[in-house]
Structures are given as structure tokens and as C-alpha cells.
């Protein structure tokens, strides 16, 4: 069983240690991180290789197996997500606000570390080396509890940033990973509030559910993505079908991937048969309601469970909508909160669609996949928040920090 008053003293003499690092040696740790990760992708490889094998064997799906895998370019691109972090600006320290009172005392609001961070969740090993990134940069300890399918793909991508950080003299404690599987210790994990400051879920709704209905730690949530695009009555084909392809079948195990289609009555016979004709190509199925499903050969009747659906798989529902009105309604009732799309040349529509939908992303003629951290400029992402407080929509550095307020004087006593 995971002893977790030993990981508590480990996390906080290490959120000690982060607290007297400055910028260039965060950010010197952060590129020496990603150089090792490349030098040592064999053993990382041959450790996904283990889980993929027992992956495998159990009858992953497909989106699953697709966010456990990885290979060169995926290490490539976790190392580039890291150096991307080691570039980006130093989000502590920054006064904020600043008052001076009338009594001659300076009150400065200033940004701090959150102290120590914990992630649970699931099968993407990638998360490991972000949420590490991501809290280091942001001078935080994180504690990571991953999922057992991935649990030797994350020992080994900790090991290697371990060994960088003792090989810069500084405590390895920065990143614990907590390699009991065992369901009861996430639930554990979840009532150590005495010493983790946030917790982070990453993973399917499911995950989301229980870590926010049985944490005794404050929750930043992050969402499922039942993603919609919506097809107005007026719009450019060419560009519909290039958008709906992308956004549904880049990558189907993501939450970015759009997973629900909204479509105009007017527009039903100028899109269905030319998109199904498109998503053919890879093997969707269409899971359509009563008015839509005649327009497509292939048509599967949607029940009303799958309007509300994150299928994570080559599937996509489809809703016919009279207006603008009807549509906004529908997405606002069956979405996550994840992100939305608006497929259109009515600008007023457009206008509406972006200001009327209660989502943390909100396109207009853009694939939904772009609802990522590095899209936005924001380096490597923790996740894409679906709350509003604190945090909404990608999280970056400046979404792991707190603040703190400074207030000096010479001498001032309350009247």
C-alpha cells in the first residue's frame, strides 16, 4: 500500500527546494529533460511496448489504444512540448495589482507556485511529461497517480526525468509518481489535503465524476468533449466537409475530436450524402435522428443517449435543427462544455453562435481540434478546463499559479 505520510514529507521538503530555484535553472532543467528524453526513447519505448502488448490482450479500442501509444515522433513531440515550456515566460513573480494606502503601506497582489499539484489520470503516457513541464516551470511539485494501462510507459518517462534532476543537483521529489495501480489508492490519494493543494482529473467522464464527487482536495475539472459542429443553412461545402473530416477522424481519442453534428434542416440534403460520402473513407458510422437518417445510405437510428455521447471512436451523431435557436439550444443542454463549431457565411449567425454557446472554446469555419495548449500559444497543456473557476479552456503556466499578497510599511499600526 502506498505510504503517503512518506510522500508527503518528500513533496513538501521538494515544494521547499522549488521555492529557492530561479528561472534559469527551471528552465535549464527543462531542456536538459527534453534532450534525455530523446536519449533514452529506446527504454521508453520498450516500456509502452509492455503496455501495449497487455493492451492488446484485454481488447483496447481503438481511441485508447491510440492516446497509449507511442513511438518516435510522439517522443519527438513530447520533447518540443518541453522545450516550447522552457521558452515561454516565467509566470511567477508578477505584481498583479499594487495599492498604496493611504497610510503609506505598498499592498502588491503577486503570483506564486499552488505548492504541490496532483493529476490523476488515465491511459496517455504523454500527460506524464506535460503535467510535470508544465507544474515545474509554474515551481510547483506534482504528484501523478496514471492508469494502469500506461503505469510502465510513466515509470520509465519518470525515471528519465529523475535522472536529470539528480544530475542538476536538484530534488527529484518535483515529480512523484505513485506506481500502485490499485483503485483504492486513488481514492486515498484523493483525502490528502494536508498536503496537496489542488487536484487535477484527467481522463473520461467517468474519472472526472468520481474525483469530483469524493475529493476532500480542491478540484480544477477537466471535461469530457462532446464536441459539436454545427451546419447552418447557409455555407461553403467544400469547407464543411474538410472541417467535419478533421475534426472527427484526425485523432478519434481526444477530447478536442467532434463527436455530435447539428445540421440545419434547410442544409440536411446538401451536406448528409456529400459528408457520408466523406467519413466513408474512414469507416464512420452515423448515428442519425428521424429527419436526417433518409438522406444517408448507411444511417444508423440515434438514440437519445447518443446526443449526449463521448464516443471516442469513428461514430458521430447527427441532430436536424429548424434554426439557429434550435441549435444553440441543443448544444448548450448536450455539450460538456468542451468546445463547439459553427459552420456558416451568415455573419449574425455567426455572431450568435460565439456569444450564445456556454463552451470553453467556441469556433467559427475552424476544425475543433485546434482546442489544445500548444495551438494556443500556451506551450504544453495540463488539460482543458470545463469549469469557470480559476481556470477555463486550455491550462497553461498561468493557469498552475496562485497569488499571494505582499504588504509593506515602516511602522503603520491599525487605528
Given at each position: 500500500m502506498t505510504d503517503f505520510k512518506e510522500i508527503s514529507k518528500k513533496a513538501l521538503k521538494a515544494k521547499s527546494f522549488m521555492n529557492k530555484l530561479d528561472t534559469d535553472k527551471r528552465n535549464e532543467a527543462l531542456l536538459k529533460v527534453?534532450?534525455?528524453?530523446?536519449?533514452?526513447?529506446?527504454?521508453?519505448?520498450?516500456?509502452?511496448?509492455?503496455?501495449?502488448?497487455?493492451?492488446?490482450?484485454?481488447?483496447?479500442?481503438?481511441?485508447?489504444?491510440?492516446?497509449?501509444?507511442?513511438?518516435?515522433?510522439?517522443?519527438?513531440q513530447m520533447a518540443e512540448g518541453v522545450r516550447q515550456v522552457a521558452e515561454l515566460p516565467d509566470p511567477l513573480g508578477h505584481v498583479l495589482k499594487e495599492y498604496t494606502h493611504a497610510n503609506g503601506m505598498v499592498i502588491k497582489k503577486v503570483s506564486v507556485p499552488f505548492g504541490v499539484v496532483g493529476i490523476i489520470y488515465e491511459n496517455r503516457p504523454n500527460v506524464t511529461v506535460d503535467a510535470w513541464a508544465l507544474t515545474f516551470k509554474a515551481g510547483n511539485v506534482v504528484i501523478l497517480k496514471g492508469g494502469s494501462d500506461a503505469i510502465e510507459s510513466n515509470i520509465a518517462i519518470t525515471k528519465s526525468i529523475k535522472d536529470t534532476l539528480n544530475e542538476l543537483s536538484i530534488d527529484e521529489n518535483a515529480i512523484i509518481l505513485i506506481e500502485d495501480t490499485d483503485r483504492a489508492v486513488a481514492t486515498e490519494f484523493m483525502k490528502q489535503k494536508s498536503f496537496v493543494d489542488v487536484l487535477i482529473p484527467r481522463g473520461g467522464a467517468g474519472l472526472i465524476k468520481t474525483v469530483v464527487e469524493n475529493s476532500l482536495i480542491p478540484v480544477i475539472e477537466t471535461g469530457t468533449g462532446n464536441c459539436h459542429i454545427y451546419i447552418d443553412e447557409d455555407f461553403d461545402l467544400d469547407k464543411a466537409?474538410?472541417?467535419?473530416?478533421?475534426?472527427?477522424?484526425?485523432?478519434?481519442?481526444?477530447?478536442?475530436?467532434?463527436?455530435?453534428?447539428?445540421?440545419?434542416?434547410k442544409s440536411l440534403e446538401k451536406?448528409?450524402?456529400?459528408?457520408?460520402?466523406?467519413?466513408?473513407?474512414?469507416?464512420?458510422?452515423?448515428?442519425?435522428?428521424d429527419d436526417s437518417i433518409g438522406y444517408l445510405t448507411g444511417g444508423v437510428k440515434a438514440t437519445e443517449e447518443d446526443f449526449y455521447k463521448e464516443y471516442l471512436d469513428y461514430i458521430m451523431s447527427i441532430k436536424t435543427v429548424n434554426n439557429l435557436d434550435e441549435a444553440i439550444e441543443h448544444i448548450n443542454e448536450c455539450s460538456t462544455g468542451h468546445s463547439e463549431c459553427i459552420i456558416s457565411n451568415i455573419q449574425s449567425n455567426i455572431d450568435r453562435f460565439l456569444?450564445?454557446?456556454?463552451?470553453?472554446?467556441?469556433?467559427?469555419?475552424?476544425?475543433?481540434?485546434?482546442?489544445?495548449?500548444?495551438?494556443?500559444?500556451?506551450g504544453a497543456e495540463i488539460g482543458i478546463s470545463t469549469q469557470k473557476l480559476h481556470a477555463r479552456g486550455p491550462m497553461g503556466l498561468n493557469e498552475l499559479t496562485t497569488y499571494k499578497y505582499i504588504i509593506t510599511g515602516n511602522g503603520q499600526v491599525r487605528q
Open positions: 527534453a534532450e534525455n528524453l530523446i536519449k533514452d526513447k529506446d527504454s521508453i519505448l520498450q516500456a509502452n511496448k509492455k503496455d501495449i502488448e497487455r493492451a492488446v490482450a484485454a481488447n483496447m479500442n481503438e481511441g485508447r489504444m491510440d492516446r497509449l501509444k507511442l513511438d518516435d515522433k510522439r517522443i519527438a466537409l474538410d472541417i467535419i473530416y478533421n475534426a472527427k477522424t484526425q485523432r478519434i481519442g481526444v477530447c478536442n475530436a467532434a463527436e455530435s453534428l447539428v445540421v440545419n434542416k451536406i448528409l450524402p456529400a459528408m457520408e460520402k466523406r467519413l466513408a473513407e474512414k469507416n464512420v458510422e452515423l448515428r442519425a435522428d456569444k450564445e454557446i456556454d463552451s470553453a472554446c467556441v469556433y467559427a469555419n475552424v476544425s475543433t481540434r485546434f482546442s489544445d495548449g500548444f495551438e494556443f500559444g500556451l
